[in-house]
């Protein structure tokens, strides 16, 4: 009985035994011995993934236009939560005070001119004069209200802090502060998929500091025109990030879902990679020989991969995928087909 099992195992491995093997593995026939399956096409969805860098949606420099003030009170610090309005800063108010006192007289002037006016008292160039400066006198108050106490201008955090109080404003920004709801990031897309990327599509992010969580978002923003040296056109997208897990910085595997197409589907031990390179490749039986055909992997199943021919290369519905000794196969060498 142990005899005949031994001779059973020699005879399957010198079945599939390839013709460029050692002398005591071939027969007289000296063609590889394969066997195969016919090629299918599956309807599989067109994705696109891409790894990409997430920042703050926005992100303002906070820098008074008041240089040369003293800061007065400093009312948040680097890493501090804050809400839109919050008041971050206040300055030395002392122009302020004199620039309110100097509208004081402006405006009892202005009615004056008003009153004048009604009974044509004053010239209309020297009512306009009055008018002028007391609009303008207006308008540089409201900045000088507006750069004396600063205030958040959305909710967000606080990333940088410059100076200190007491010191003399001079110019740089005070702080530095970030909006994290929602978050962005940034990606360039081949120029084939132009037409197929729309303002508002659904897109999907996943991070590895939150394994098996899937981050919701969509496409904000496409650029209007092609990069002639890349040939890309990029893409800015904004994810939801209400429970502000996501913080800039962080790294995203974000995907793309383009619809449905019909893509050639093999099985993954198919598909041969050359040693040293991302060059992977299967063989197809065509008249008696084996055929290689250089292709790209466009998604994976399981044990199954879709795959698309290198240009210039083709694969139909049900021609011959060698499945079983594609390992021995050499491009136009002798094949035999078994069951």
Known sequence: MKKKL????????????????????KTDDTRTKVRVDAIQKKQVSKDLSFNANLEANETVAVSPTLQGARIRKLYVE??????????????????????KLQLANIETEYNRALKLKET?????????QIET??????????????????????????TARNQDEGELYMGSPIYTVEQINPMKAKVNIAEQYYT??????????????YP??????????????????????????????????????MYGSINFSLGIENRVVVPSIAVLKVQGSNERYLFVEREGKS???????????????????????????????????????VDGGEIVVVE
Do not use: H, W
């Open 6 to 25: 031994i001779y059973s195992a020699l005879a399957s491995m010198m079945l599939f035994a390839s013709c460029t093997g050692s002398e005591d593995t």
């Open 291 to 329: 055929v290689r055909i250089g292709v790209k992997v466009v998604k994976r199943f399981e044990d199954m991969v879709a795959i698309e021919p290198y240009a210039g290369q083709t694969l139909s519905e049900g021609e011959k995928l060698v499945v079983v000794g594609q390992a021995n196969c």
């Open 78 to 99: 680097v890493g501090d939560r804050i809400a839109k309005g919050q008041k971050l800063l206040e300055l030395d108010a002392t122009n302020l005070q004199q620039s």
């Open 133 to 158: 400066q007391y609009n303008v006198t207006k308008t540089a108050i409201q900045t000088l209200i507006e750069n004396t106490t600063m205030v958040a201008p959305f909710s967000g955090y606080v």
């Open 196 to 209: 197929l990327v729309k303002k508002g599509m659904k897109v999907t992010m996943t991070s590895d500091v």
């Open 120 to 128: 044509e008292s004053i010239s209309q160039q020297a009512f306009d």
């Open 212 to 249: 098996g969580r899937t981050f919701e978002g969509m496409v904000s923003i496409v650029a209007p025109s092609i990069d002639v040296k890349s040939r890309t056109f990029q893409v800015e997208l904004l994810f939801n990030n209400g429970d502000e897990a996501l913080r800039p910085g």
